[in-house]
């Protein structure tokens, strides 16, 4: 390993060790990433750049001028490694994911760098609310697929467009549009909560955030 690298890296995870969660969280980064493409780090003078090696091409970029920001820039990658990994974990429906990855790399800079701001004061959580609720209304309607035979054909044809994902209309499962697939869902549990009060509270859970999003409008 180059010389300079082996040396801010120590100093990046003395830095990271700082975090008393550092080690039971495995917040770390890796100097080589070995792989396709493989990524490794060198220096030319005082300009650090990333090497990246995809099937014998070799691609260089500069991504530090000085020690300490490549010191800077090891530490955040593992701090932002750690935040998607928790964010995954720990996951809060209907709110915006990068606020919540936000919020676990500011934790972490708390011990390091406590002025250091990550949480911003706006976020667009409207797809995420469009995405859980659809996933709020499918998971509704394919439990009660399950433990329910359906003698009403048109309650089964709805309840089926719900849980099959009929909604979709990309090749790859996705929407053009958000909010116009959700209406054609609306419609659908709107039918369905007409002839099962069962399914009309199951779905009136989720009513709040089907009005956020119309407010958001």
């Known amino acids: 390993m180059d010389e300079k690298i082996e040396e801010i890296a ?20 890796q100097t080589v990433e070995y792989g396709d ?15 990246v090696n995809e099937r014998g091409q070799e691609r260089r970029s500069v991504i530090a001028g000085s020690f300490e920001e490549m010191v800077n820039y ?22 915006s994911n990068l606020r919540q990855t936000d919020e676990a790399r500011e ?17 667009d959580n409207t797809p995420i609310i469009y995405l859980d609720l659809f996933a709020a209304y499918r998971s509704i309607c394919l439990k009660y697929r399950e433990e329910n035979a359906i003698s009403c054909q048109s309650l089964k044809d709805d309840i089926d467009y719900i849980a099959d994902r009929k909604y979709t209309d990309t090749p790859g499962g996705g929407m053009y549009s958000l909010k116009a697939s959700m209406e054609k869902v609306r419609e659908r549990t709107e039918r369905i909560g007409a ?8 779905f009136s859970q989720y009513e709040k955030y089907y009005r956020l999003l119309k407010e958001m409008k």
């Open 107 to 123: 934790a972490c800079y708390h011990y390091i760098d406590p002025g250091k701001k990550c949480i911003r004061r706006d976020y």
């Open 74 to 95: 090891f530490v955040d990658s593992a701090i932002t490694d750690y935040a998607y990994r928790y964010e995954l974990a720990h996951r809060r429906r209907f709110e």
């Open 37 to 51: 493409p493989t990524v490794t780090y060198e220096s030319s003078g005082c300009v650090f750049m990333q090497v």
């Open 10 to 29: 120590s100093k990046a995870r003395e830095i990271l060790r700082k975090i008393p969660f550092a080690e039971k969280e495995q917040i770390d980064f």
């Open 195 to 202: 002839n099962s009060s069962e399914l009309r509270e199951a």
